[in-house]
């Protein structure tokens, strides 16, 4: 039962256009969302986050939109540049106690095309 | 350096042997995470640890066991490795409420 969900295993942008990466989620606790970005041979690494109080944040390139109601996140990446080329996840957590346990997407696999 | 090192990066072995994957961290986090991930499949948590004397079962923490060995160490045991335990594995750290960090990973094969 997965409770995060990219139903896009894939996406392919030409370099400069918008990328947007999508995530829907089941868990209604859930109160905080992250986007991490993998390299091949690396660890995840933290891109941006959004609190279930705002419906956007924004951070250079990098925009994330929440919609509570649809229980539905997206990452807008613009412009898009080949370095973006990675493997994206969405990962959600929910206020049990202090323990913030992520819970993760499967990745979209995003490769920007020069 | 890396902020939170993984040993080895890549192990092959044995169904029934014992396996342990070490993660040190020199972020100063008291956070510590151990997660798995498989073929189109997202990490899963696997245990975490708060502090040296916490210790808490993830998603997924049958066949695994963890040590805290002290604030900047936390190791992962494969007590009888089983064929369907082969993953890429990651440990993570962060302060509360903070983005975690990660590893780079380790691949590892159990025949």
């Known amino acids: 039962d997965q409770q995060v969900k990219q139903n896009s295993p894939s996406l392919s942008v030409q370099e400069g256009r918008i990328s947007i990466l999508n995530c829907d989620y089941t868990?209604?606790?859930?109160?905080?969302f992250l986007w991490y970005k993998k390299y091949p041979a690396e660890g995840p690494t933290f891109l941006i986050s959004?609190?279930?109080?705002?419906d956007k944040n924004e951070d250079g390139r990098f925009t994330v939109f929440l919609n509570k109601s649809a229980k539905h996140l997206s990452l807008h990446i613009v412009p898009s540049q080949p370095g973006d080329s990675a493997v994206y996840f969405c990962?959600?957590?929910?206020?049990?106690?202090?323990?913030?346990?992520?819970?993760f997407g499967s990745g979209t696999q995003l490769t920007v095309l020069p | 350096d890396a902020d939170v090192t993984q040993t080895p990066r890549n192990r092959i072995t044995k169904t029934g042997k014992r396996i342990m994957l070490e993660c040190s961290q020199t972020?100063?986090?008291?956070?510590m995470y151990w997660y798995r991930q498989d073929p189109g499949l997202g990490l899963r948590l696997i245990y975490y640890?708060?502090?040296?004397?916490?210790?808490n079962k993830g998603e997924i923490s049958d066949g695994y066991s963890v040590s805290r060995q002290a604030q900047a160490k936390f190791s992962l045991s494969l007590e009888s490795a089983i064929p369907n335990q082969t993953a890429l594995y990651f440990c993570?750290?962060?302060?509360?409420?903070?983005?975690?960090?990660f590893g780079d990973g380790t691949r590892l094969s159990i025949l």
């Open positions: 868990n209604s606790m859930f109160d905080y």
């Open positions: 959004i609190s279930s109080i705002k």
């Open positions: 990962a959600a957590s929910g206020a049990a106690g202090s323990a913030r346990q992520l819970t």
């Open positions: 993570a750290t962060s302060d509360p409420n903070q983005p975690q960090h």
């Open positions: 640890s708060f502090d040296v004397k916490d210790i």
């Open positions: 972020k100063g986090h008291d956070r």
